[in-house]
């Protein structure tokens, strides 16, 4: 068979906590030609790339003991039906869906028949009875974890925590202990069934956002071979002429772009698309995060996924099935979940070589006591713990489970949360990150205002005094629009739309060999002439320019306008002054970032003139620093000055303009405007609204989740200590033992889906 370059994702089936991901990606990562392997526990995937057969792959998964599937869809492959009720009674229904749990189920009734003997000694064989039953349950329970534990020393020549407790129990077995042998395995079992359930919980939170997208389209499309018309002048197959366009119900993934979509009212989008027809009220909440419903009508944008509210709508969709802005949410947010943060991947790190220690640590706890100092190895009638009991609970609460859970179940659900809230985070290396930014560093064009300018004033020498309008400026005006005609800068667009209303844009033609000049302007030939329209920093040292021209420049940009001058070959005819708005969130924004930390610093980076920079700060308020006349490579220096200044530092922008200081910057946030491509690619964090409002919500949840990352990993720490100590004096037993550690497990599970519970203004 030929080996070719491959890259390859799977659903794993049967991993009960996080060691198992670690034992299987460690294990993988040594088949001959795998470059790169990753396995997420809180996923239950496997994503592996290299020169390998896959089947080689599939193969060392299934001799480890686990299970493969093809399907795509994030999460545990359970029916949704056994995981629709939760507590007590939705955790028996998880153990009644799987073999294993059902048989760990049944190995509880065994145990309990054993603790009726203990009420009744005087039954004949009452104590044989019970060591049958005791070892029933160890095999029932214990097979499958026995079994894996030796696979993974086989195959994978790894010890983990199965083999460790697999030990344990066969210690306790042969020193007679078999009551605490059946217990111990007993509790494992359910502890990992527990443990599995609850990493399920959060699984089905990102198997939600999958659930908004629909599975069928209601499409227009003309009739084809229609029988009823056949025959009928001339017509003998294919679309038909007498037909109208007729709706047809078919899977989301047929839907093609251009084609029209119908949605009922109460109905889910199933595409992106424009509105051709209809208008409603639309709840873009699983995209954009906003609670309220948003008024759409012909002409807008409507995203796959949200909810139509009270009018039909007719959609021409613009994005395949597939490259919809909910599917590419989905994507990220996948990614986001395998990119691991710096804790987790030190804590993995840790418990590579930790595990080894303890089965190290605990031979030596079993042979050096009694060897050295006498001390006895069995235990003693007296109820004196012997030392090879003592070292086999040291084996038993060293299981890092805790310590290996704590940091991914946390940011799973922290990343899930904040995108189903409009805030997609691409991992948790970011949301670690973000809870250390010291310095927030804004643009000012389309972040911290809306990026619309509109045009405030024209002046030309010719201007009369107190005339709002002449005919000069007019013609200035359409001259600076014929060359701005191909330009998407928002200074373009807004001269651009003052010359649509007022009635200009035909004067000229559109200019001809049209040069763009980086952050300072644009020129091109105008009826024969070089036409220029840039900054004035650029003008004023290029062009002759008027005492009075330059006199009502700086009266302009003290009132905050933006001022691009307009030059015809080397003279300066005149200048537009433009004004932005500032965000209605934006105030707000900042301060809200000061509130959650007083020491926060905030500089804005603009390409606009200090006077202009400096009014815009004034009117947002807490700004800390104004870095002005800034040029692409500009803002990248500055943040590269920042972070030498002060250490990490957030970039806020729009994703495309400032793509570079985006890149630089220790974590690059966007705003998207409810799905851009681009700036859903280009950041590190995109805020699905295009506003501010929801970064105070991002940089509390970092730190949230930073925090409650440290709570568990101290508190796993503090149990294992506590019980080491209980330990070495005899004072714990096995079954203590598991308790603690499966509880453990469970405890910080449990803390770190809280972040499931952060919510979204």
Known sequence: MQITKTKVKYQIIGMDCANCALT?????????????????????????????????????????????????KPGYPHADAQLNQDGFLGFVRFLLSGRQTTIALFSALLLLVSLL????????????????????????????????????VWVARQVTIDL??????????????????????????????????????????????????????????????????AGQEGYLGGPCPFCDMHPVSLSVEQVQMGEIVVVRAGERIPVDGVILNGASTVNQSAVTGESVPVAKAAGEEVFAGTLNGEG???????????????????????????????????????AAWYTPAVVLA??????????????????QPDGTRGWLYRSLALMIVACPCALVISTPVTVVSALTSLARGGILVKGGAFLDILARVRVFAFDKTGTLTVGKPLVRKTFTLECLPDQERCEACDDMLAMASAVESRSE?????????????????????????????????????????????????YSHGTFSEHDLIHKEIELAEADGQTVMLVSQDDIVLGFVGVADRIRSDSAAALQALHLINPH?????????????????????????????GLLPEDKLAVIQQLQSQYGLVAMIGDGVNDTPALAA?????????????????????????????????????????????????????????????????????LWMAVFADMGASLLVTLNGMRMLETKQR
């Open 24 to 72: 299987l990606e460690r294990s993988l990562s040594q088949i001959e030609g795998v470059d790169q392997v990753q396995v997420n526990f809180s996923t239950a995937t496997l994503q592996a790339s290299g020169i390998f057969d896959p089947q080689t792959l599939v193969g060392r998964v299934q001799a480890l003991g686990y299970q493969v599937s093809t399907n795509q």
């Open 117 to 152: 003997f203990s009420l009744f000694p005087g039954i004949p064989f009452a104590s044989s009875a019970q060591i049958v039953l005791h070892l029933a349950v160890v095999l029932l329970a214990g097979g499958p974890i026995v079994s894996k534990g030796l696979r993974a």
């Open 164 to 229: 460790l407790m697999s030990i344990a129990v066969l210690g306790a077995i042969l020193i007679g202990e078999t009551g605490e042998a059946a217990t111990v395995i007993f509790l494992f079992a359910i502890g990992e069934a527990l443990e599995s359930y609850t990493a399920e919980r959060a699984r089905r939170s990102l198997r939600s956002l999958l659930a908004l997208q629909p599975e069928q389209a209601t499409v227009l499309r003309p009739c084809v071979d229609c029988a009823e018309h």
């Open 312 to 350: 039909a709508l007719e959609i021409e969709a613009t994005h395949l099935s597939k490259d919809s802005t909910i599917s590419r949410i989905l994507r990220l947010v996948e990614e986001a979940q395998a990119r691991r943060a710096p804790v987790e991947r030190l804590v993995d790190r840790f």
């Open 362 to 379: 605990a031979a030596v706890l079993a042979i050096v006591p009694p060897l050295v100092f006498g001390a006895p190895l069995l235990d």
């Open 489 to 537: 800068h928002p200074l373009a667009q807004a001269i651009l739309g003052e010359t649509q209303t007022r009635q200009l844009n035909h004067r000229y033609p559109a200019a001809r060999e049209v040069l763009s000049l980086v952050g300072q302007g644009v020129q091109g030939q105008v009826n024969g002439s070089q036409l220029t329209v840039g900054s004035h920093a």
């Open 600 to 628: 926060y610093r905030i500089v804005m980076l603009t390409g606009d003139n200090p006077t202009v920079a400096e009014k815009i700060a004034s009117e947002v308020g807490h700004v800390d620093d104004v870095r002005a």
């Open 665 to 733: 910057a220790a974590v690059g946030i966007a705003m998207s405007n409810g799905g851009n491509a681009q700036a859903m690619e280009t950041a590190d964090v995109v805020l699905m609204q295009e506003n501010l409002s929801h970064l105070p919500e991002v940089v509390r949840a970092s730190r949230r989740a930073q925090g409650i990352i440290w709570q568990n990993i101290a508190f796993s720490l503090l149990v294992k200590a506590v019980f080491l100590l209980l330990t070495l004096p005899g004072l714990a037993t």
